[in-house]
């Protein structure tokens, strides 16, 4: 069963707009704590492009500062990346992780969550 599923990329021309979409599935939203986009182009290494916690604290890679507003919806278990001005450069594949701890009964360890969406492609081309 997929547990993190990316969707709203596609074609847009540079100087437009996309909101990426990422929804945990309820199984693994307990204990999750940071939800962060990446993005990767074939023979690169990924990239961090933004990160939320769960106090609601943000940060982005230095290329989307100004342009990318990452944000939560918690009553749709559902993180959102607002692209705005986008270019070429913002070409790729862009994927969804969710991270945390979850405490677990009878443990001496907590178990450690990191779920990975399959990735979802945004082409900004003219």
């Known amino acids: 069963q997929v547990k993190v599923v990316e969707s709203g990329g596609g074609l847009v021309q540079p100087g437009g707009s996309l909101r990426l979409s990422c929804t945990g599935s309820?199984?693994?939203?307990?204990?999750?704590?940071?939800v962060a986009w990446y993005r990767q182009v074939p023979g690169k290494q990924r990239e961090l492009v933004a990160r939320?916690?769960?106090?609601?604290?943000?940060m982005y890679v230095d290329s989307a500062k100004g342009r990318f507003t990452i944000s939560r919806d918690n009553a749709n278990n559902t993180v959102y990346l607002q692209m705005n001005s986008v270019n070429p450069g913002d070409t790729a594949v862009y994927y969804c992780n969710m991270k945390g701890v979850r405490s677990q009964a009878g443990g001496i360890m907590p178990v450690r969550l990191d779920y990975w969406g399959q990735g979802t492609q945004v082409t900004v081309s003219s």
């Open positions: 939320i916690t769960w106090g609601g604290s943000t």
């Open positions: 309820s199984e693994i939203i307990d204990g999750i704590n940071t």
